[in-house]
């Protein structure tokens, strides 16, 4: 299986910081990688897919890079909807699998 | 816009066989990919497989051989069925389309004696 490394675990950062995720698979995925915030009790939701293709609806201060092994979520400016658990997945290979999450709390 | 949504019991007995069903609405399931996916309380998300258009399902292998996922096109939903469950089953399953995008909002399922 493709292991997902998400760094770091947890975060504190407050309104209006930059915040950067990083998901780091265990071997080359191209760029078969998606994000995922949820917010606590919510349902998971998309926000990324393709590595850097932000889902219809999406705030633009989201954006994600990376290709192979490396990969980020940049949020430019933190906002108070934000503080949520961002997961990577990556799919270029089954089984699917996730990163074991980033959550990000206020400071 | 399609709405997904989980159904069955909360609650199922220690080595007993789970099963939960997706009722898909505003729209064809047609030409989509149908996945499950659960997760622990407090904890991360776990992809357990997924049906094609065809209904061809790939499994997630650390469910082994105790996973069946079955689609029902003429009743535009989508089974789920685990069996020998334990404790470590106990979680919340979702399902979701394509590359994970709708999500249903969840099931939990508790399993204990």
């Known amino acids: 299986d493709i292991q997902m490394t998400q760094s770091p675990s947890a975060m504190s950062a407050s309104v209006g910081d930059r915040v950067t995720i990083t998901c780091r698979a265990s071997?080359?995925?191209?760029?078969?990688l998606a994000w995922f915030q949820q917010k606590p009790g919510k349902v998971p939701e998309r926000l990324i897919y393709a590595a850097s293709s932000l889902q219809l609806g999406v705030p633009s201060r989201f954006s994600g890079s990376g290709s192979g092994t490396e990969f980020t979520l940049t949020i430019s400016s933190l906002q108070p909807e934000d503080f949520a658990t961002y997961y990577c997945l990556q799919h270029s290979d089954y089984p699917w699998t996730f990163g074991q999450g980033t959550r990000v709390e206020i400071k | 816009q399609v709405q997904l949504q989980e159904s069955g019991p909360g609650l199922v007995k220690p080595s007993e066989t789970l099963s939960l069903t997706c009722g898909v609405s505003g729209g064809s399931m047609s030409n989509h990919y149908w996945s499950w996916v659960r997760q622990p309380a407090g904890k991360g998300l776990e992809w357990l497989g997924r049906?094609?258009?065809?209904?061809?399902?790939i499994y997630n292998p650390t469910l082994k051989s105790r996973v069946t996922m079955s689609v029902d096109t003429s009743k535009n939903q989508f089974s789920l069925k685990l069996s020998s469950v334990t404790a470590a089953d106990t979680a919340i399953y979702y399902c979701?389309?394509?590359?994970?995008?709708?999500w249903g909002r969840g099931t939990t399922v508790t399993v204990s004696s």
């Open positions: 979701a389309r394509d590359l994970l995008d709708p």
């Open positions: 071997q080359d995925i191209n760029n078969y």
């Open positions: 049906l094609s258009p065809s209904g061809s399902p």
